[in-house]
């Protein structure tokens, strides 16, 4: 018997790193099945642990999307989809990629590179790499009073103005609400998100 024949049996996942070859399409959507834990484990040091630790932050944007209310003027198109935008280094790989056939609300998902903070105009979620921490309040006043989610992974990032900010706790993913930063957007975030992550102002 297989692992994977193993875990159906028995109805336990295993705590091993998956093989790449399982493909990363397959890991995301398990751990979006998940949807929305507290933290998610993420193990394996070296390339493969990044890989891994990028899959699962690519789910807490998916994630966080379903725990969004944008204005209705927003979405006025019905055709319009939901962009999730990477601004600064990448290091989410094909991770983002594997979002592409997933919807939030009916809305097809997709995925943009933003080059500057004004360059956001197809934007409703804004990924900040680290890359950026010298150039974020420029990037944050430049959007400021949008209906653009701002999320990171930056130490200091929240109580910078970020709205989400996904932190390491041992060896676990959390994350941070500014809601200050979020009440200074037409942002709603459900309280079923408030009450997952650490809120902070």
């Known amino acids: 018997m297989n692992a994977a024949s ?30 929305i834990p507290a933290m998610l484990f993420f193990c394996c040091p ?10 699962i932050k690519a ?24 962009g999730i935008c990477v601004i600064g280094r990448n290091r989410f790989g094909n991770a983002l990629g594997t979002l592409k056939n997933k919807t939030v609300e009916g809305k097809p998902i ?12 197809r934007c409703h979620i804004l990924f900040i790499s ?6 974020l309040p420029q990037i944050l006043k430049a959007i400021r009073g949008t209906p653009v989610l ?4 930056t130490d200091g990032f929240a109580r910078s103005g970020v709205m989400i ?3 390491p706790i041992g060896n676990r993913i959390g994350f941070e609400i500014n809601l200050t930063a979020v009440e200074e957007t037409p942002l709603k975030i459900s309280s079923k998100l408030l009450k997952l992550g650490k809120t902070i102002r």
């Open 150 to 153: 701002t999320v990171g992974d």
């Open 6 to 35: 193993h875990e159906r049996d028995t109805g336990k996942t295993s705590t091993t790193c998956a093989p790449v070859r399982l493909g990363v399409r397959a890991m995301v959507t398990a751990i979006i099945i998940v949807v």
């Open 130 to 135: 680290a890359s950026e921490k010298e150039n």
């Open 110 to 121: 997709v995925v943009r590179k933003s080059e500057k903070a004004e360059d956001i105009d």
């Open 46 to 55: 070296g390339k493969a642990g990044a890989e891994q630790e990028y899959l």
């Open 59 to 82: 789910a807490f944007l998916y994630n966080f999307a379903k725990f969004i209310v944008w204005p209705s003027a927003v979405f006025g198109d019905a055709t319009i989809p939901l």
């Open 165 to 167: 900010n996904l932190v």
